[in-house]
């Protein structure tokens, strides 16, 4: 557990500094004062908790104060973390067996039993160029192969040559196997011969890497419901996920685009990428908050070990620069 939550610390240490900056280290074991609560007020609008959030915080840490004029830090952060718990009850991913890297309960959508043939769960990742969606796919590839399941991966961003072959060195790396075609191919014919090899070989999940698109091209969302209406083809309950990577830098400003793709394509979850580059860490309790999104995965690093299973309780005391 020590092990998980040095990953969250760590990954959000841009988030921590930009607070600990602007309260001058209040979270540390000095008694706050009125300037104080005026200075962390600032400091979790920079981290981009947002307003609900930020008040929310504040009012629980005022009162607090007004019953005990000697109230510490530690004691105040205690109460942010304990508001972060309240507000994302209920947002964590559930994906896994429990057991493992990820560490969660059985996947509703998952496969039961170990007969063949069965079909894979299939997981859908879309997002807007930058985003991190080929190295996420890889990396939660990675992830699930180390939980001991098997992977494959569906290159179906052929609008890209650079996107292909970044996912291709990445299932080399990995050693994860993957289905890919050329630059322009079809890439909802690039998605059914990949689960088509996937189903051969009994994989337990289908990981396909889509284009990546800004919400109002119309014609790749439309790209996007034909890979869907492919994977339906084979399975009916296909795709079991459909999930949007959002780059963590972008803030609260990537709700809106998180909203259009909600709308068109149906989305069950989120990954958020690029935390470890960020001071806006707060930005995931917006999104939460707004969309009612389950977190499946965060970015906290380059690293393939660095994508990991979205945990509250690591988040909030982590934000709040707490101890394991």
Not at 153 to 163: G, V, Y
Not at 244 to 254: I, Y
Request: with cysteine; charged share 25%; aromatic share 6%.
């Amino acid at each position: 557990m020590f092990g998980l939550f040095k990953k969250f610390k760590d990954g959000l240490a841009k988030t921590v500094a930009a607070i600990t900056e602007k309260t001058h280290g209040l979270f540390g074991g000095r008694a706050i004062d009125v300037s104080s609560l005026e200075t962390l007020e600032e400091a979790l609008y920079t981290a981009d908790f947002g307003v609900a959030t930020t008040e929310e915080i504040l009012v629980e840490i005022k009162d607090a104060y007004k019953k005990d004029k000697e109230l510490r830090g530690q004691q105040a952060a205690a109460i942010g973390a304990t508001v972060l718990r309240r507000v994302l009850a209920g947002s964590e991913g559930l994906l896994g067996d429990g057991d493992g890297p990820l560490g969660r309960p059985s996947d509703p959508g998952a496969p039961s039993g170990h007969a063949l043939p069965r079909n894979p769960t299939v997981i859908v990742m879309i997002g807007v160029n930058g985003s991190g969606k080929t190295t996420t796919s890889a990396k939660l590839g990675w992830l699930l192969k180390q939980d001991g399941k098997s992977v494959m991966l569906a290159a179906c961003d052929t609008f890209r040559a650079a996107a292909v072959e970044q996912l291709k060195a990445w299932a080399t790396r990995l050693e994860l196997p993957i289905v890919a075609s050329h630059t322009g191919a079809d890439a909802a014919a690039v998605a059914f011969d990949a689960w088509q090899a996937a189903k051969a070989r009994g994989c337990d999940y289908l990981i396909v890497d889509t284009a990546g698109r800004l919400h109002t091209k119309s014609n790749l969302m439309e790209e996007l419901a034909k890979i869907r209406r492919v994977l339906a083809k084979n399975d009916s309950t296909a795709p079991h996920h459909s999930w949007l990577v959002v780059d963590g830098s972008l803030g609260t400003n990537s709700i809106e685009q998180a909203r259009v793709f909600h709308k068109s394509f149906g989305l069950t979850g989120l990954v958020v990428t690029k935390l470890d580059g960020t001071s806006r860490g707060g930005a995931i309790v917006g999104i939460w908050r707004e969309l009612k999104l389950p977190i499946y995965f965060l970015g906290l690093g380059e690293q393939p070990e660095d994508l990991q299973p979205f945990n509250v309780e690591n988040y909030a005391k982590a934000v709040f620069g707490a101890e394991a």
